[in-house]
């Protein structure tokens, strides 16, 4: 009789799934069973859990001292996801199923008390890591529509501790799950339900292409909720790549993944009640919030100045990165957050500022405004007016306004040549690329150097500004930034000045 035995699981740090062996050693004494290697308490309640499936999966259970080692030792291991590999280790060690059949295989999964596998989170960091080492991984049958998205890594499902070992005793065989996820496009509220506004759209438009962040504001039931839920119906497919990342978060989060939004961009929009755990991520252990929720999505801050300062400082950094790091006395966990942020404000707290309803003072104006600081503000591309209904429609000519499907098709054709040229978003040009490909004539540099006098414009503004006249330009097909592209981009910055 083998008397220890070697398995293979993961643990979740952050989006990682650093590999844990599980050394289980049977040795003679009185009956008992110790769980040690920084267990909290969900893993060391696994010995119950475990002992009771491999009774009702009439297995023996040995009644001897059971020791079970998760290495390496300081790192912290939660959850139930080292029931399956913790009952293998004892069955194995016990002479119930080959020690050999272990050796090139990984285990996640929870076990019910009645041997039945239940699912885990954050399969798919798992499943990227077992990729990498050349393993095999058996997880849950519930887990199968996350494993089935990772089409280099191989996973077999099973519904019950007693699938797995007829598995490894080579009774039975376990199905192998490739990709059979289909996509449909979501139905997102139309564009064309926004009469109006051409302004708005436009800069709705410039948004979506080179994914910019954008400030709305205007007066209240002016449409600046109704533009920002229609902007993820015109921004381009999700790559592959980026469905994945997106999904990975989701996975490891408390809300699970849900294969019905598959390659579909997130929309966040927390209240403004959010606090800075909600909005970053935090917790023990460490969970993703709202920024990394939103990850190659849109994350939608109705009502600006209304969220506390505190949590809007903390988006500060994120933004340049598209990344936030939670520190911990013990360990770091490092989470994605590449998202495109958009926010909605009135110009007042009453909201009706330049009309007779209106009766705030100066001072409150510009205390309302201070709520949303100025290193905040420097970092969003776009800050566009939007005007009340009336005042719009009378400037606008009546006409059919044109559907998402048509906007989305210009905005995919720019992007297109975004990455046909830089590989990546215009948002995402570093310092150096923006000399090649965002050179401007020297008549152009001078009408840009007065705008930023004029507007009061920081060094950063000046590069945001390059970046969107890029946009504007590949909306436009146009291989260099002419005037018209430029001063359109500039156009987007005019309201810096007020909220100097």
């Given at each position: ?107 996640i ?69 490739k ?26 438009e ?13 007066p209240?039931?002016?449409?600046k ?11 381009p ?15 490891i ?31 023990s ?102 005007p009340?209904?009336?005042k ?23 992007r ?9 978003a215009?948002?995402l ?18 009408l ?53």
């Open positions: 009789m083998m008397t220890i035995a070697t398995v293979y699981s993961r643990a979740l740090t952050g989006i990682d799934a650093p590999i844990v062996t599980i050394e289980v050693h049977i040795s003679n004494g009185l009956p008992s069973l110790s769980i040690v290697g920084l267990a909290e308490m969900a893993v060391r309640e696994s010995k119950d859990r475990v002992r009771s499936a491999l009774i009702n999966s009439q297995f023996n259970f040995p009644q001897q001292r059971i020791t079970i080692n998760l290495a390496p030792a300081d790192l912290p291991k939660e959850g139930g996801r080292f029931d399956l590999p913790i009952a293998l280790g004892i069955l194995a060690a016990s002479g119930q199923i080959p020690l050999t059949s272990l050796q090139d295989k990984e285990f999964g929870e076990l019910g008390l009645a041997g039945e596998l239940r699912s885990v989170r954050g399969v798919l960091p798992t499943l990227m890591s077992v990729a990498k080492s050349g393993r095999e991984l058996i997880l849950p049958e519930a887990n199968r529509d996350e494993a089935v998205l990772l089409t280099d890594a191989k996973c077999r499902t099973a519904n019950n501790l007693l699938h797995v070992c007829a598995y490894l005793s080579g009774q039975q065989d376990l199905e192998i799950h990709q059979t996820t289909t996509h449909q496009r979501r139905d997102y509220p139309d564009l064309a339900d926004v009469k109006g506004q051409a302004n708005a759209r436009r800069a709705l410039v948004a979506a292409a080179g994914s910019h962040s954008l400030l709305l504001t205007g209240p039931g002016t449409g909720t109704m533009l920002a839920s229609r902007l993820p119906g015109i921004m497919e999700m790559t592959e790549q980026e469905a994945v990342d997106s999904a990975t978060v989701l996975s989060s408390r809300m699970g993944f849900d294969n019905t939004t598959w390659r579909q961009r997130p929309f966040r929009s927390p209240h403004h009640t959010a606090s800075a755990v909600a909005m970053v991520g935090g917790g252990p460490p969970r993703p919030g709202e920024i990394s929720l939103a990850h190659n999505g849109i994350l939608f801050l109705d009502e600006l100045p209304e969220f506390d300062r505190k949590v809007l400082e903390v988006l500060r950094e994120p933004i340049e990165s598209g990344k936030i790091t939670i520190s911990r006395a013990a360990f770091q966990s490092e989470f994605p957050a590449r998202f495109q942020l958009v926010a909605a404000m009135n110009p007042c707290p009453c909201g009706y500022l330049g009309d007779n309803r209106c009766h705030c003072t100066e001072d409150q104006v510009r205390r309302y405004r201070a709520r949303v600081s100025g290193p905040l503000m420097d970092r969003i591309d776009m800050l566009i007016e939007v009340s209904i009336a719009s429609l009378l400037r606008t000519e009546q006409h059919t306004e044109q559907t998402s499907a048509e906007v989305r098709q210009r905005v995919t054709s720019a297109e040549r975004q990455l046909k040229r830089a590989n990546k215009n948002y040009l570093e310092h150096k690329e923006l000399e090649v490909y965002c050179s401007l004539q020297d008549s152009d540099y001078q840009l150097e007065q705008a930023i006098s004029r507007l009061g414009l920081s060094a950063r503004a000046y590069h945001r500004i390059l970046k969107v006249a890029r946009t504007v330009a590949d909306l436009a097909d146009s291989e260099h930034i002419q005037t018209a592209h430029l001063s359109e981009a500039i156009s987007y910055r005019r309201l810096d000045r007020l909220n100097a």
